[in-house]
């Protein structure tokens, strides 16, 4: 069943029913489960029948812009290199407050990024990024430089900033190391999606950042382990962190973030991955100023597959990932009723058919957050959420976004929120450039 509500003169959206919301729920909370549960039964029913897979099979669907981070392109190259990409998109969004449309709108958005490598020697370079942001709202240039990010996203509208400057040593084999301001990211490989419950900087028309230390290390069996020590500055983080956490206590400056993940395909497995949180000091559990704060850990689990094993032609790409929070705010602190502590559980399910039609696919993400869970850059706390997005790539460095997404509260609120409810709509395209190549 579905119910028609009207956010325009011109536009109707569906929404589904309460009841086909929690049948719906009840069935993608357990698919996240049994689809992380093939890490570990993965090796027993798989070894018997693994099959050689084809040279030219991509692991990646998705453009790289949104997959890679700062460090995960180096190569030995001397020299000076200057590229950069520029997105751009069109927000259509409609607030519900108890059922009546308050707000509808649509702004003009983008952002543009340009960056300059230096090959300084063979194993060794330096990276330098300028990025910003303009829309139909506010387009006046304002260059700041800040180690704590200016709204709770990110860039504000007109906000120019250097959002990378790093050194890094590699040897892309094996080891390297990477410290100063970079972009780091964790997400699953979901074919049009690129999701994350805990790190992916600068996602969608978003502009935040890592200042710290990055290192990882690559094993001869396909894992790779990333360490990161990030900077949090008493102002607030550089990448998207929710009340109630808060780093003005000193010993939460240092947060680190760990993570094993291996992209080596076997048979129809393409992703297996676990990362660790650790934000020391920085969970106000009471929402009340001035007491004690108290660490707060996270744990993500991701996995993705697809079928069948191919690089050209139509395939189904399915991707999850599982989070938990042990300790988390009460339901008071994170503005929910009821007695106790918030949940602190979170999931997201993906499936999309790549190149249904040559160049073209769609997608399909359904996900949970609960209010204890305040880490994803791209879910927020206390929501379920649908979203349905096609892509069109006609080229590796041209890409067309039109996403639909409807989000609604998983428990009442304190305080009713009318611009948590509602839906949102944006069509963007991505452009990647390349002014000057390495000399050779």
Same mark, same amino acid.
């Given at each position: 069943m579905c119910r028609i509500q009207t956010l325009g003169p011109d536009t109707i959206i569906p929404a589904m029913t309460t009841a086909a919301t929690k049948h719906w729920s009840v069935i993608f909370r357990a698919f996240p489960i049994a689809l992380i549960g093939l890490i570990i039964a993965h090796p027993v029913f798989g070894q018997a029948e693994d099959e050689e897979l084809p040279e030219d099979a991509e692991v990646l669907? #998705? &453009?790289?812009?949104? /997959?890679q981070g700062s460090i995960?392109?180096? #190569? #030995?190259?001397?020299?000076? =290199?200057?590229?950069?990409?520029?997105?751009l998109g069109f927000v259509?969004?409609?607030?519900?407050?108890?059922?009546? +449309?308050v707000d509808d709108r649509g702004d003009l958005r983008s952002r543009w990024r340009l960056r300059s490598v230096w090959g300084i020697s063979e194993r060794f370079r330096g990276v330098a990024r300028l990025a910003g942001i303009? *829309?139909?709202?506010?387009?006046?240039?304002?260059?700041?430089?800040?180690?704590?990010? &200016?709204? &709770? +996203?990110?860039?504000?509208?007109?906000?120019?900033t250097i959002d990378t400057l790093f050194f890094q040593w590699f040897r892309t084999d094996k080891f390297n190391v990477a410290a100063g301001r970079m972009e780091t990211k964790f997400?699953?490989?979901?074919?049009?999606?690129?999701?994350?419950?805990?790190?992916?900087?600068?996602?969608?028309?978003r502009v935040n950042w890592t200042d710290g230390l990055h290192s990882t290390y690559e094993a001869q069996n396909g894992w790779s382990s990333d360490l990161i020590l990030q900077y949090?500055? =008493?102002?607030?983080?550089s990448n998207i962190r929710r009340?109630?956490?808060?780093?003005?206590?000193?010993s939460s400056r240092v947060s680190t973030f760990l993570a094993f993940e291996n992209l080596q395909p076997k048979r129809r497995m393409i992703q297996r991955g676990l990362d660790i949180t650790y934000l020391p000091a920085s969970l106000n559990k009471n929402g009340i100023d001035g007491q004690p704060? /108290?660490?707060?850990?996270?744990?993500? =689990?991701?996995? =993705?597959?697809?079928?069948? /094993?191919?690089?050209?032609?139509?395939?189904?790409?399915? *991707?999850? #990932?599982?989070?938990?929070?042990?300790e988390t705010p009460t339901k008071v602190a994170s503005g929910i009723v009821g007695p106790g502590n918030a949940g602190g559980l979170a999931w997201n399910v993906t499936a999309s058919i790549m190149d249904f039609v040559p160049n073209h696919s769609i997608g399909v993400n359904f996900a949970e957050t609960e209010a204890g869970w305040l880490i994803s850059p791209q879910y927020a706390d206390n929501e379920s959420l649908f979203e349905i997005r096609y892509m069109w790539r006609p080229t590796d460095r041209l890409t067309l976004d039109v996403r639909g997404r409807w989000r609604d509260e998983l428990r009442e609120r304190i305080i009713e929120d009318p611009d948590r409810d509602r839906f949102d709509f944006y069509a963007r395209v991505t452009w990647s450039f390349s002014v000057k190549d390495f000399a050779n």
């Amino acid at each position: 069943m579905c119910r028609i509500q009207t956010l325009g003169p011109d536009t109707i959206i569906p929404a589904m029913t309460t009841a086909a919301t929690k049948h719906w729920s009840v069935i993608f909370r357990a698919f996240p489960i049994a689809l992380i549960g093939l890490i570990i039964a993965h090796p027993v029913f798989g070894q018997a029948e693994d099959e050689e897979l084809p040279e030219d099979a991509e692991v990646l669907d #998705e &453009p790289d812009i949104d /997959v890679q981070g700062s460090i995960d392109d180096a #190569e #030995e190259q001397r020299g000076i =290199a200057l590229n950069g990409d520029l997105r751009l998109g069109f927000v259509s969004t409609g607030d519900e407050f108890q059922g009546i +449309t308050v707000d509808d709108r649509g702004d003009l958005r983008s952002r543009w990024r340009l960056r300059s490598v230096w090959g300084i020697s063979e194993r060794f370079r330096g990276v330098a990024r300028l990025a910003g942001i303009c *829309s139909t709202i506010d387009c006046n240039p304002d260059f700041i430089l800040q180690p704590d990010i &200016p709204t &709770p +996203t990110g860039l504000g509208d007109g906000q120019i900033t250097i959002d990378t400057l790093f050194f890094q040593w590699f040897r892309t084999d094996k080891f390297n190391v990477a410290a100063g301001r970079m972009e780091t990211k964790f997400v699953a490989r979901g074919g049009v999606f690129a999701k994350s419950l805990d790190r992916n900087d600068s996602n969608n028309l978003r502009v935040n950042w890592t200042d710290g230390l990055h290192s990882t290390y690559e094993a001869q069996n396909g894992w790779s382990s990333d360490l990161i020590l990030q900077y949090n500055s =008493a102002d607030g983080a550089s990448n998207i962190r929710r009340g109630p956490l808060d780093f003005s206590d000193s010993s939460s400056r240092v947060s680190t973030f760990l993570a094993f993940e291996n992209l080596q395909p076997k048979r129809r497995m393409i992703q297996r991955g676990l990362d660790i949180t650790y934000l020391p000091a920085s969970l106000n559990k009471n929402g009340i100023d001035g007491q004690p704060a /108290v660490d707060y850990w996270a744990f993500v =689990a991701r996995v =993705a597959s697809r079928w069948p /094993v191919r690089s050209e032609g139509w395939r189904i790409r399915l *991707s999850s #990932e599982l989070g938990y929070a042990p300790e988390t705010p009460t339901k008071v602190a994170s503005g929910i009723v009821g007695p106790g502590n918030a949940g602190g559980l979170a999931w997201n399910v993906t499936a999309s058919i790549m190149d249904f039609v040559p160049n073209h696919s769609i997608g399909v993400n359904f996900a949970e957050t609960e209010a204890g869970w305040l880490i994803s850059p791209q879910y927020a706390d206390n929501e379920s959420l649908f979203e349905i997005r096609y892509m069109w790539r006609p080229t590796d460095r041209l890409t067309l976004d039109v996403r639909g997404r409807w989000r609604d509260e998983l428990r009442e609120r304190i305080i009713e929120d009318p611009d948590r409810d509602r839906f949102d709509f944006y069509a963007r395209v991505t452009w990647s450039f390349s002014v000057k190549d390495f000399a050779n």
